[in-house]
């Protein structure tokens, strides 16, 4: 059984730096690419950024230059380096495969950044 574990989450003060990190068991980690997602009351879930096997990255227009993705493909772990945050990015966030699949989602680590 595949499954995806969110840590790292927290409270930040605006201009603070966050890392999050997501284990992934099973066998999906060595042949998908990777994506870390969040999302906000009432609204849809949102890709912010996608690692792919190779390592190549790709990030929603209001993440990039402040946050990184990346995996470790040797401990089967995704991580998302956070910095300068703002509140707007105070949301639950998520890791899946990219694009994501409903057979994966895990319990997400809060993120809030107060102002």
């Known amino acids: 059984q595949v499954q995806l574990v969110e840590s790292g989450g927290g409270l930040v003060q605006a201009g603070g730096s966050l890392t999050l990190s997501c284990a992934a068991s099973?066998?999906?980690?060595?042949?998908?690419?990777m994506g870390w997602y969040r999302q906000t009351p009432g609204k849809q879930r949102v890709l912010v950024a996608v690692?792919?096997?190779?390592?190549?990255?790709n990030y929603v227009d209001s993440v990039k230059g402040r946050f990184t993705i990346s995996r470790d493909n040797a401990k089967n772990m995704v991580y998302l380096q956070m910095n300068s945050l703002k509140p707007e990015d105070t949301a639950v966030y998520y890791c899946n495969i990219a694009p994501g699949s409903p057979r994966y989602w895990g319990q997400g680590t809060q993120v809030t950044v107060s102002s």
């Open positions: 099973g066998s999906i980690f060595s042949i998908n690419a």
């Open positions: 690692v792919t096997t190779g390592g190549s990255t």
